[in-house]
C-alpha cells in the first residue's frame, strides 16, 4: 500500500540552527501539507501545496518557515532559525487532486526536539 | 480558537461493546468531516468520513453519524476490538472554499479492554 514517508523521524537541534524535514508523499498525489503537533496539543495545520507553490497557510507558518519541492518526488519543510517552542511532531501529508471531498495520508511523522 | 471539540480527553470500553467517541464543532462553514485514528510514534491514520449532505456513513465495524442542527458528530466503534486502542481525531473542512486545510480536535483516547 502506498504511503507517505518522513525522514528523519527524530530531529535535534540547537536553538537558532536551520533545520529541513524531508517527505516523499505517495507519487499520484499533487496535494502536499505540513501539520506538527505539540506535545500535548492538537494538530494543526501549518501549510498546503499545489502546482509548486503555496495554497493555503496557517497564522503559524511564518517567514521562519519554508516549503520547496526540489525534485519529483521530495517535500521539504525548512525552519530557518529554530525556536524552543518550534519542538513538534511534524507531520507530512498528501492527497489527491480530483474532488474536495478525499482524505489526506499522513506519514509517520518526525519528532524534533529544540535544545 | 476550538473550532473542534472532543470534550472526552478519554474513554474505556469493554472488548466486544459499542465504542461511542463524540465530536463538536462550531464553523458551520465545515462541509466535510473526517475521523483518523493515531497509534503512539505513528502518523494519523484515515478512518471514515461523511460529508453535510449525508447523517450517517457506514464502513464495516465503523460508522460515523453527522447532527448538523446539533453541530455534533460521532463515531460508533461496534463490537470494539483491543487493536482499536488508540488516539482518535475528529477533523473538519470547508471543501466549497477550495480550502484544504483540515482543523482537527484535541483527540479522544480509546482503551479497549480484553
Known amino acids: 500500500e502506498p504511503e507517505v514517508t518522513q525522514t528523519p523521524s527524530h530531529q535535534v537541534t540547537q536553538m537558532g540552527q536551520e533545520v529541513i524535514l524531508r517527505c516523499v508523499p505517495i507519487s499520484n498525489h499533487l496535494y502536499f501539507y505540513w501539520y506538527r503537533q505539540i506535545l500535548g496539543q492538537k494538530v494543526e495545520f501549518l501549510v498546503s501545496?499545489?502546482?509548486?507553490?503555496?495554497?493555503?497557510k496557517s497564522e503559524i507558518f511564518d517567514d521562519q518557515f519554508s516549503v520547496e519541492r526540489p525534485d519529483g518526488s521530495n517535500f521539504t519543510l525548512k525552519i530557518r532559525s529554530t525556536k524552543l517552542e518550534d519542538s513538534a511532531m511534524y507531520f507530512c501529508?498528501?492527497?489527491?487532486?480530483?474532488?474536495?471531498?478525499?482524505?489526506?495520508?499522513f506519514g509517520q511523522g518526525t519528532r524534533l526536539t529544540v535544545v | 480558537d476550538q473550532q473542534v471539540k472532543q470534550n472526552s480527553p478519554s474513554l474505556s470500553v469493554q472488548e466486544g461493546r459499542i465504542s461511542i467517541l463524540n465530536c463538536d464543532y462550531t464553523?458551520?462553514?465545515?462541509?466535510?468531516f473526517l475521523w483518523y485514528k493515531k497509534y503512539p510514534a505513528e502518523g494519523p491514520t484515515f478512518l471514515i468520513s461523511i460529508s453535510s449532505i449525508k447523517d450517517k456513513n457506514e464502513d464495516g465495524r465503523f460508522t460515523v453519524f453527522l447532527n448538523k442542527s446539533a453541530k455534533h458528530l460521532s463515531l460508533h466503534i461496534v463490537p470494539s476490538q483491543p487493536g482499536d486502542s488508540a488516539v482518535y481525531f475528529c477533523a473538519a473542512k470547508v471543501p466549497a472554499t477550495g480550502r484544504r486545510a483540515l482543523t482537527f480536535g484535541s483527540g479522544t483516547r480509546l482503551q479497549v479492554q480484553p
Open positions: 501529508a498528501s492527497s489527491e487532486l480530483e474532488g474536495w471531498l478525499t482524505e489526506a495520508f
Open positions: 501545496f499545489y502546482n509548486n507553490e503555496i495554497s493555503e
Open positions: 464553523n458551520s462553514m465545515f462541509d466535510y
